[in-house]
T-cell receptor, first 114, second 114 residues
Framework: DQQVKQNSPSLSVQEGRISILNCDYT??????FLWYKKYPAEGPTFLIS?????DKNEDGRFTVFLNKSAKHLSLHIVPSQPGDSAVYFC?????????????FGKGTKLTVNP | NAGVTQTPKFQVLKTGQSMTLQCAQD?????MSWYRQDPGMGLRLIHY???????DQGEVPNGYNVSRSTTEDFPLRLLSAAPSQTSVYFC?????????????FGNGTRLTVT
């Protein structure tokens, strides 16, 4: 059973607009969430994270929102740039877990059109 | 400073052959791990290590062996390759196993088993 779900396999937005990537989780014990970005033929790179004690974390153009009651988090990219075109993975872990307990979603492919 | 280096980049094996995927890091990270990524799937953990001399199984360990004799290297061995092991393999490292120490990924090895 998928514990971390990224229900949109792909998303296409125009340059300059907002990109919103969504992630749902089923395990209410998850308390730390990360987003990774992956370009073709490269490994994933860490983008941003959020702990369950917060509901928002911001880093430049990237903001992650966490709604614990809905078991939902989202990554907002504003403004979107063509270089943001990549696959974005959501990952989650429990309080007793280290990196070995990370559960990854299947990813969402973002395309930002010039 | 090369980061995480994976070799080879591509490999084709016949069913039953064995091979070793190499992973080397120069960041003095204690935590090292191997993931596989299959189409339509998230990243799945194969094996991991929290330090030299210590290894443990992840979510999908069958058919793979690892060892960690040094801090820098964490090779992944396929004992008898099967078509189900066709995948892209990523090595990932972190300063420690804490989930808030984001993973640093190599660029992957694309393996095809015929």
């Amino acid at each position: 059973d998928q514990q971390v779900k990224q229900n949109s396999p792909s998303l296409s937005v125009q340059e300059g607009r907002i990109s919103i990537l969504n992630c749902d989780y089923t395990n209410s014990m998850f308390d730390y969430f990360l987003w990774y970005k992956k370009y073709p033929a490269e490994g994933p790179t860490f983008l941003i994270s959020i702990s369950s004690i917060k509901d928002k974390n911001e880093d430049g153009r990237f903001t992650v929102f966490l709604n614990k009651s809905a078991k939902h988090l989202s990554l907002h990219i504003v403004p979107s740039q063509p270089g943001d075109s990549a696959v974005y993975f959501c990952a989650a872990s429990t309080p007793l877990g280290g990196s070995e307990k990370l559960v990854f979603g299947k990813g969402t492919k973002l395309t930002v059109n010039p | 400073n090369a980061g995480v280096t994976q070799t080879p980049k591509f490999q084709v094996l016949k069913t039953g052959q064995s091979m070793t995927l190499q992973c080397a890091q120069d960041m003095n990270h204690e935590y090292m791990s191997w993931y596989r990524q299959d189409p339509g799937m998230g990243l799945r953990l194969i094996h991991y290590s929290v330090g030299a001399g210590i290894t443990d199984q992840g979510e999908v360990p069958n058919g793979y062996n690892v060892s960690r004799s040094t801090t820098e290297d964490f090779p992944l061995r396929l004992l008898s390759a099967a078509p189900s092991q066709t995948s892209v393999y990523f090595c990932a490292t972190a300063p420690d196993s804490a989930v808030n120490s984001p993973l640093h990924f190599g660029n992957g090895t694309r393996l095809t088993v015929t």
